[in-house]
C-alpha cells in the first residue's frame, strides 16, 4: 500500500513539473519574439476587440495633435498666399497718391485714396486697377498737362488737337434718362470689382464712391504703381440717338514715338482688343472694328497695360442685367489676356 502511494506521488510530481515546463517555455518563446521585433501570435477575437479601442484612442490623441500644428503643405500654402498685394497691403485698405512716384508731379487733384481688395480664393497674384470714369468734384475746372513731354494734342476729343493741357476731370455726359456717366460708371466698376475678386484677381478701386478727389493723371499714376493693369470705364459722349456699342480707345500713331507711351502701346492695344472680344463672346455690340484712335492723358502716363473702355454711348441700356453682361465681358478679356 505504501508502495502504491509512493508511486502515485512521484508520477502526480512529475506531470506537475512538466506541465510548469512547457508554460515558462512558451511565455519565454513570445517575450523573445516580440524583444525581437518579430510578428507575435494572432489575436484572439475578444484581445482585437480591447486592443481595437485602445489603439483608437491612441489614433485620435495623434490626429488632435497633429491638427494644432499645421503640416509642412499648410505652412506653404499660408507663405504662397502672403505674395504680391496680399504681402503689401490688407484686405480694404486705402492707398494714398505718393508724390514721389514717377509722374506724380503732374497731377493737380491728388488728395483722395483709392481702394485695393484682396481676393480670399484661387489668388492670381494680379492686382486689376478699376477706374470708374469721372466723379472729381472741381475736376472740369482744373487743367493738367497732356504729355509728361509738353507735346500738343495729335488728336481731338473731349479737348482740341493741338492743345498741352487738357482738363483735369471732365464732368461726363448723362444718359438719355436723365442719368449721369458717373453714377453709371460707378455702379459699373463695382460690379466688375465683385466679379474680378471671386476669380482670384485683386482689384484696386481707384474711384469707391460718388466723388474721389483724384485726377485723371493721379488715377493713371496710382494703377501703374500698385496695379498690373488699369481698365477706365467709360460711356461715349457722342449725341447719337441710338447704341452704336462697345469699343475700347486705341493709340495713335503720333503717340507711339513718346514715352512712357513708345514702351506700353502695344500692351495698351492688346489688353483693350482682349476686353474688345470678351465683350463679343458674351453678346454686347461691338462698334466698327472695336477700337477707335484717341490721344488720352491716361495712355500718355501709363506704363502697364492700360486702356479706357466705351461701353456704349447715352442710348445704351445701363440696367443691372446689361451691367452684369458687360462685367462678364470684361472678365472674359482679362482671362485671355493674361493666360496669353
Aim: glycine share 10%; proline share 3%.
Amino acid at each position: 500500500m505504501k508502495n502504491l502511494f509512493f508511486r502515485f506521488s512521484c508520477a502526480f510530481l512529475l506531470c506537475y513539473c512538466l506541465t510548469g515546463c512547457g508554460s515558462i517555455q512558451h511565455k519565454s518563446s513570445t517575450d523573445t519574439a516580440q524583444a525581437q521585433g518579430t510578428k507575435a501570435p494572432p489575436k484572439t477575437a475578444d484581445d482585437f476587440s480591447i486592443s481595437s479601442d485602445s489603439e483608437n484612442e491612441t489614433v485620435d490623441e495623434t490626429s488632435s495633435a497633429d491638427a494644432a500644428i499645421p503640416s509642412a503643405s499648410e505652412s506653404v500654402t499660408q507663405q504662397e498666399s502672403l505674395t504680391g498685394a496680399a504681402a503689401l497691403y490688407s484686405n480694404g485698405q486705402e492707398i494714398s497718391f505718393d508724390p514721389s512716384w514717377q509722374y506724380a508731379d503732374f497731377s493737380a487733384i491728388n488728395s483722395g485714396t483709392a481702394t485695393i481688395y484682396l481676393a480670399d480664393s484661387d489668388r492670381k497674384d494680379i492686382v486689376v486697377g478699376v477706374n470708374a470714369g469721372h466723379g472729381t468734384s472741381g475736376g472740369a475746372s482744373v487743367k493738367t498737362q497732356c504729355h509728361p513731354d509738353g507735346s500738343p494734342k495729335t488728336t481731338g476729343g473731349s479737348t482740341a488737337q493741338g492743345a498741352t493741357y487738357a482738363t483735369a476731370v471732365s464732368g461726363g455726359m448723362t444718359f438719355n434718362d436723365g442719368t449721369a456717366e458717373s453714377t453709371v460708371t460707378l455702379q459699373m466698376a463695382q460690379i466688375l470689382k465683385d466679379k474680378l475678386l471671386a476669380q482670384g484677381y485683386d482689384v484696386l478701386m481707384v474711384r469707391n464712391s460718388d466723388d474721389v478727389q483724384l485726377d485723371n493723371v493721379a488715377r493713371t499714376v496710382l494703377c501703374n504703381n500698385v496695379a498690373d493693369c488699369h481698365i477706365s470705364l467709360h460711356w461715349d459722349g457722342d449725341g447719337l440717338g441710338y447704341d452704336k456699342g462697345c469699343f475700347y480707345i486705341s493709340v495713335p500713331d503720333g503717340l507711339k514715338s513718346m514715352e512712357p507711351v513708345a514702351s506700353h502701346w502695344q500692351e495698351h492695344d492688346a489688353l483693350g482688343a482682349s476686353l474688345v472680344e470678351g465683350l463679343r463672346t458674351e453678346g454686347m455690340t461691338i462698334y466698327q472694328n472695336g477700337s477707335m484712335n484717341i490721344d488720352l492723358t491716361q495712355t500718355s502716363y501709363s506704363t502697364i497695360p492700360s486702356v479706357d473702355m466705351e461701353l456704349g454711348n447715352a442710348s445704351s441700356d445701363h440696367s443691372d442685367s446689361t451691367l452684369n453682361s458687360l462685367a462678364d465681358g470684361l472678365v472674359l478679356g482679362l482671362n485671355a489676356y493674361f493666360e496669353n
